[in-house]
């Protein structure tokens, strides 16, 4: 009868959102399906129509195929886009499915906090009133934005606006964070790891209803999202339908914290390094720095061409340095998935 939606970001941010909230939803209601998938908003906002019409129908092709059931939306961004793309899928936020089922907040103790409605959100009045009325029922001092409810402005994710002006983005992400004092509740996962990779405390609903309240923990890397969605899958696959996963063996990578901010700054992913390395290391295509006893090579990985320095360590390899450019090199053919042909 119903199907839990959680989005492609709120396992990334932390699995347990997702593996929690779905064993409180399956104690209420036995028969909720989970479906773990991507929305379909990057290929959209960055112009692909192609790709995001193909979404639309696998989506709509599962939903239907589980007897059209009830969505369960994670993420206000995928309710706001089903319900204009996909309008026959009809549904409702997950905190407005606890408020009703009678699930309670843990206990506020006074705590003072602003809740920051994501701009989504903006027409889904009922879920703005449900969200408050659990928090100060679970004893939370609620002090008013300027901006909240239908007045509600965006915290710089939507529209892949960091990709695209990330200045802008810097700028807009102090705005809305110095709007008061104190700290923001919210119901989206992508404004709670904006705000907490700013320094901004902030909760997300579900870590006061699941009990995992913790103000200041720090967003994952752009690398540590893409394998929490792996890992919330393998666990899940296991817990539920008693299936291990099979897991691609990938050689490990050491980095200083400098140089792993540095990647997760420049959007470089931990995976891009390591075909960089198994393409040079394939090939030969290498240069061999005598003085550091490093190697330098690159690859094209899609419209990008991206840098490794690194050196063999304990089995794996130590990155020194990475970079990449939206570029391509002439002598280079096209990349094709993982498989590089080369003119040698």
């Given amino acids: 009868r119903y199907i839990f939606f959680p989005g492609c970001q709120m396992g990334a941010s932390d699995p347990q959102y997702v593996a929690k909230s779905y064993r409180l939803l399956r104690e209420h209601m036995p028969d909720t399906a989970l479906l773990l998938d991507c929305c379909g908003a990057p290929a959209l906002w960055s112009g692909d129509a192609g790709l995001f019409d193909e979404i639309c129908k696998d989506i709509t092709d599962k939903w239907t195929k589980l007897g059209m059931p009830v969505f369960i939306f994670g993420c206000p961004t995928c309710r706001e886009l089903m319900n204009e793309h996909i309008p026959k899928i009809k549904g409702k936020m997950i905190g407005d499915t606890f408020y009703e089922l009678g699930v309670k907040a843990k206990d506020g103790k006074g705590m003072e906090i602003s809740v920051f409605d994501p701009c989504s959100a903006r027409k889904l009045h009922d879920t703005h009133q ?6 100060t029922e679970a004893g939370f001092v609620l002090r008013p934005l300027e901006y909240e409810r239908e007045r509600a402005k965006c915290c710089s994710w939507g529209g892949q606006i960091s990709i695209a002006n990330p200045p802008y983005t810097r700028w807009l992400t102090e705005k809305r964070t110095s709007e008061n004092i104190y ?10 790891d904006i705000f907490a990779e700013a320094g901004k405390p902030v909760l997300h609903i579900l870590d006061v209803i699941l009990g995992m309240v913790d103000r200041n923990r720090k967003p994952p890397t752009y690398s540590k999202r893409r394998r929490n969605r792996e890992l919330l899958k393998e666990a899940l696959m296991e817990e539920l339908l008693g299936k291990k996963a099979t897991k691609e063996k990938r050689p490990q990578l050491f980095m200083s914290k400098e140089i792993g901010e540095k990647l997760h700054k420049e959007k470089i992913l931990e995976d891009d390094i390591i075909d960089v390395i198994d393409f040079c290391e394939r090939t030969g295509r290498k240069i061999l720095i005598p003085e550091l006893d490093h190697f330098i090579g690159y690859c094209e990985i899609g419209h990008m061409t991206c840098w490794a320095e690194y050196s063999p360590e304990n089995g794996g390899y130590r990155i020194h340095n990475a970079y990449s450019h939206r570029m391509k090199i002439e002598l280079e053919e096209v990349w094709h998935g993982r498989k590089q042909k080369v003119d040698m």
């Fill in 130 to 135: 449900n969200v408050r009325n659990m928090l």
């Fill in 183 to 192: 700290p923001y509740l919210v119901y989206c996962t992508n404004c709670r």
